[in-house]
C-alpha cells in the first residue's frame, strides 16, 4: 500500500477522478462570484472595469456569462475546453488587468483560478463528464 502511495505512475483512474474533482470544484466556487455579480447588476454596470473600451456594462456582462455560465458547463463537464476559455480569459483580466497595481494578496484568488483552468484545459474533461458521453471517447 505505502508503495503505492509514493509510486510516481499516474493510473488513468486517478487522472479521471482528479480532473472531476478539478473540474466540479473550480465551477462551483466560481459560481457565487458570478450570481453576485448578477444580483448586483444595476449598481455594479456604471461602475465595472471597463475592459478594451466595450464599456461596463458589455464588460459586466461577459464577465457574468464567464462566471456563472460557464462555470455550470465546467460542472457538467459540457464543452470543456472551449468553456475554459472565456474563464482563463476573465481571471487573466482580473489578476493582470483589473489588479495591476494591487498587491499579490489582492490577485491571489484569480491567479489559484487562472492556475487551476490552465490545469483543466490541458487535462481535459475525462470519463466522467458529458463530453465523455456524447463523444463516446474510449482512451480513457
Do not use: Q
Not at 500500500?1 to 505512475?9: F, G, I, K, Q, S
Not at 482528479?18 to 450570481?35: D, E, T
Not at 455560465?69 to 476573465?90: D, E, H, W
Not at 489588479?99 to 490552465?118: F, I, Q, R
Request: proline fraction near 3%; glycine fraction near 8%; charge should be positive.
Amino acid at each position: 500500500m505505502l508503495y503505492n502511495l509514493l509510486t510516481p505512475a499516474i493510473k488513468s483512474s486517478s487522472v479521471n477522478w482528479a480532473s472531476l474533482i478539478l473540474r466540479v470544484g473550480m465551477g462551483v466556487l466560481m459560481i457565487p462570484h458570478g450570481y453576485g455579480k448578477l444580483e448586483r447588476f444595476e449598481g455594479l454596470s456604471t461602475r465595472f472595469m471597463d475592459f478594451m473600451g466595450l464599456g461596463s456594462s458589455t464588460s459586466l456582462i461577459l464577465a457574468i456569462f464567464a462566471e456563472l455560465v460557464c462555470s455550470i458547463l465546467l460542472v457538467l463537464g459540457f464543452c470543456t475546453r472551449a468553456i475554459i476559455i472565456p474563464l482563463i480569459i476573465t481571471m487573466i483580466t482580473a489578476a493582470f488587468v483589473a489588479h495591476a497595481d494591487d498587491p499579490l494578496s489582492d490577485k491571489e484568488h484569480s491567479l489559484m483560478y487562472l492556475t487551476a483552468y490552465l490545469a483543466i484545459f490541458i487535462l481535459g474533461t475525462g470519463k466522467y463528464s458529458i463530453d465523455a458521453l456524447l463523444f463516446k471517447k474510449r482512451a480513457y
